[in-house]
């Protein structure tokens, strides 16, 4: 009899975890939908849905930053998305979104969306 309960419980542990997973990622999957219709609105509801989802999953989170910072961008909110690419490069260095964040900030310098430190650097007037 215990191990039919043991049994229960185990079953019932993994389909809770599995309808989490499964939630998530079709949570992202509409996100990634909505991204490619154009509908960042519907994006970043996607996305705030996968976050609740995900706090035991934290591998999710630089993708969700990723295109987070990617809508930001096609918003034309070019700092605001430069900051999201940032906060990718600083909290997670080693993942393949921080190499892509990378590369999308220097794409925002090239275009003349996110200047460099040293000309965003403002000087105080002396008048």
Known sequence: MRFVLIAALAISALSVTGCTR???N???NNAYSAYERGNCEQVM???SKVERASHARP???PEVSMMRGQCLERQKLFIDAAQTYQFIIASYPQSEYAYRARAR???LQSLGHYPTRSAAAV????F
């Open 45 to 47: 509801l996607e996305l």
């Open 26 to 28: 079709h949570h992202l």
């Open 105 to 107: 900030l220097e794409t």
């Open 59 to 61: 591998y999710v989170w």
């Open 123 to 126: 000087r105080p007037t002396r």
């Open 22 to 24: 499964w939630s998530m």
